[in-house]
Structures are given as C-alpha cells and as structure tokens.
C-alpha cells in the first residue's frame, strides 16, 4: 500500500522567511496530493492541493510542488507569519481523493 | 464554502459506557464520509469510511463492533464508541467529500477530543 514520509517533523523560522516541508510517496498511481494545515485542537482544514498532471500550483504565499517522476512533492510558504504556525499534513491518494494516505506531519513554528 | 459540522467538540465519559459523535455536512449532500483517529503528535489513521444507505468499510485492525458507524442519510454519518475503555481516548475526526466539479476537494469536521475515565 501506499507510504507517504514526511520531513521534515519540527521547522522554525523566523517571521519573513519561507519554509518549505517535503513528502514523499511510494505509489506511482498516485495521482492527488493535498496539504492540510491543522491548528490545536481543530480538524484539518485544505490550504493547496495539487493534481498529478500539474507541475505546479500556486495560490499567494502558498505553492505546491510535484515531481512524479521522484514521487515527491512539496509546500513552498513564503514571507511566513506568526498565524501560519500550525502542523501541517501532506497526503497521497489514487483515485483522486479515496483512500487518503497521510504524512506524519510537520509542526511549522513561525517566531516573530 | 462546504462546511462539515461535528459534535460535540469535547466527550468525558465513564468506562464501559457508548458515546456517539456526530458529522453532518451542511449545504451540501455526502454520500460518502470518512471517520479518522488521531492520537497526540501523531497523524491521521482512517478507521472507516460510511457509505450513505450502505455497510461502513472499515480498515484493517479496527473493530467494526466498537465503532458503530451509521450512515442513515445524505448529510449525517454518526460513530459510537461502544463499552469505551481508557484506551479509546482519542480525537476523532471526520471528512466528507465536497462537491464542485473539476475543483472538488475533502472537508474535515472540527474533531471530537474522547477522553475515557
């Protein structure tokens, strides 16, 4: 089945920088990769989520990235703020969207 | 935008008693949703997924018998710990699939933190 990794776990940067927390997965049949962004105590809410037959997406200081070929793909956020301190979740899934597979997560801590 | 509900938001229950949460899409029809368990610091681990009308598919290693799930119509989907115990405390989560053509994507409920005394 399906393993998606995750790294990495813990990520500090200073208010203004970016950050950027890769995943990788394990079945090319993949073909939906959705990033969710998960504040204490809340459910996971979707910030950016990419399809396999796009490179790229980008939505203001969020950007996915994907690389099928490597079968990884990764979350860009830049000139960072305080509120974007949260974990974050990558996950896989065939069929666009069944049977999610997640990443262990990230714990993002933005320092002003 | 698609909002899924989830209730209640925090559970204390006593040993050997059932507690049911509930997940209700708001706006829009969820034939399908999808129930997780999250323990502290840890990622999501899907448990079942509920079928409108039909029998929940459960995962491997989830008991079917301690996790009620009831998919009764379109917008609820209900799961009941059943004779809970100290180790099903957990935060449970569920998600449903939202509807929009081309742009469709997973909203997820706002969890219920269960904690078993």
């Known amino acids: 089945g399906e393993n998606v990794e995750q790294h990495p776990s813990t990520l500090s940067v200073q208010e203004g920088d970016s950050a950027v927390i890769k995943c990788t997965y394990s079945?090319?049949?993949?073909?939906?990769f959705p990033w969710y962004k998960q504040e204490l105590g809340k459910g996971p809410q979707l910030i950016i989520d990419i399809r396999s037959n796009v490179g790229e997406k980008k939505d203001q200081r969020i950007a996915v990235t994907l690389n099928k070929t490597a079968k990884h793909f990764s979350l860009h956020i830049t000139e960072t703020q305080p509120e974007d301190s949260a974990v974050y979740f990558c996950a896989a899934s065939i069929n666009y969207g069944q049977n999610f597979v997640f990443g262990p997560g990230t714990r993002l801590s933005v320092l002003p | 935008g698609a909002v899924v509900s989830q209730h209640p938001s925090r559970v204390i229950c006593k040993s050997g008693t059932s507690v049911k949460i509930e997940c209700r899409s708001l706006?829009?029809?969820?034939?399908?949703m999808f129930w997780y368990r999250q323990f502290p610091k840890k990622s999501l681990m899907l448990m079942a997924t509920?079928?409108?009308?039909?029998?929940?598919?459960?995962e491997q290693g989830v008991e079917k018998d301690k996790f009620l799930i009831n998919h009764a119509s379109l917008t609820l989907s209900t799961l009941t710990v059943t004779s809970a115990h100290p180790e099903d405390s957990s935060f449970y989560i569920c998600?449903?699939?939202?509807?929009?053509?081309?742009?469709?994507?997973?909203?997820f409920g706002s969890g219920t933190r269960l904690t078993v005394v």
């Open positions: 509920s079928n409108e009308g039909s029998k929940a598919t459960y």
């Open positions: 079945d090319s049949a993949s073909n939906y």
């Open positions: 998600s449903a699939r939202t509807p929009g053509g081309a742009n469709y994507g997973y909203t």
């Open positions: 706006d829009f029809q969820a034939t399908t």
